[in-house]
């Protein structure tokens, strides 16, 4: 399974998912291999969770459509569902075991963000497929997958609003917006860490929208290696031509994220293939004693739909507190 994150905002949305494949047949399996964040052109973002033989067959069938008319049938309930229950039935529902659902955000055009701005709406969809249920959220956040036991988490520290409060006294909305995406991926991640759970894992891919623009993260950031959080070690999550790696740069380790609908990533699903330095000695490579007692994240870059990296300079941006 998986965690997949929306947090949307009306003037612009985040994105947040894991990368964890995982299968429990013939025996427990963690691959941290998979892509699950996916750009609709320059309309908005799709993640997945669930089977993947049948969710291959959505996703066939969500591609398909979105080639024809675009993405924005997404945000209609009658539609959706007619697509991508028809993509379902196609698929292996009966072999597939856990629930499909999707989270769509997209640029709506012919909605203002608020009335007295030109700007466009951001909207986002949440599509559960058996049984079917749609949902459209105009301000608001929604978890799925395996992962979706932190929601409540989220709501009693109250983090949908600590995220558009966090760094708003920037001048500049996109560079807000990307400290914003910042602390909700180092947010749920902390909250994952606190009551782990298997199928959850790997570097967590971050992306936002804002009204005129589609954007992928690459970062970098300090995961702590032990219980006390006294020494940790560095890894990054890079985009490059469109594609996702995992990087631990300290001992050149690096694994690209596959795309379940078009590569074959249960292949040798055999052995594991985590992504984690959790639980590296402190002689280990690249470990190290903190030497302040917060937790760090480096943006390294934004990038467009077509893999493009912005003209952003890597740097350190986000300083987040024990306490937070």
Request: glycine content about 8%; some cysteine.
């Amino acid at each position: 399974m998986t965690i997949i994150a929306g947090f949307n905002y009306t003037l612009f949305s985040i994105l947040v998912t894991d990368s964890r494949l995982s299968v429990s047949k013939p025996r427990p399996v963690a691959r941290d291999v998979c892509q699950k964040v996916f750009p609709l052109g320059e309309a908005g973002l799709i993640a997945w969770s669930g089977g993947l033989l049948t969710g291959r067959s959505v996703m066939s069938k969500l591609v398909e459509r979105h080639r024809a008319d675009g993405p924005w049938w997404l945000l209609d309930s009658d539609e959706a569902q007619r697509t991508l229950v028809d993509g379902y039935q196609r698929g292996e529902p009966k072999f597939d075991g856990p629930q499909i659902s999707f989270v769509v955000q997209l640029i709506n055009p012919w909605a203002k963000s608020f009335e007295d701005e030109d700007w466009p709406r951001v909207d986002m969809a949440v599509v559960d497929i058996d049984p079917f249920q749609h949902e459209v959220i105009h301000m608001g956040a929604r978890i799925r997958g395996s992962g979706g036991y932190v929601a409540p988490r989220l709501d009693e520290e109250g983090f949908f609003g600590k995220i558009v409060n966090f760094s708003s006294a920037w001048p500049n909305l996109e560079l807000a917006v990307i400290n914003k995406a910042m602390f909700a991926q180092f947010a749920l991640e902390e909250l994952v860490r606190e009551r782990p759970e298997s199928t959850v894992g790997g570097l967590y891919q971050v992306a936002y929208i804002l009204p005129d623009r589609v954007r992928v993260l690459s970062y970098e950031r300090w995961i702590p290696c032990n219980a006390d959080r006294s020494y940790g070690s560095f890894v990054r999550l890079v985009v490059e031509h469109g594609q996702w790696f995992q990087e631990h740069p300290a001992t050149q380790r690096r694994s690209r994220l596959r795309n379940p609908f078009i590569e074959a990533v249960e292949e040798d699903f055999g052995q594991d293939l985590v992504f984690d330095v959790a639980n590296l000695p402190l002689d280990s490579p690249g470990v190290e004693r903190r030497k302040q007692p917060q937790q760090i994240v480096h943006f390294l870059s934004a990038h467009g739909v077509a893999g493009a990296p912005e003209t952003f300079e890597p740097q350190e941006y986000i300083t987040v507190e024990e306490d937070q």
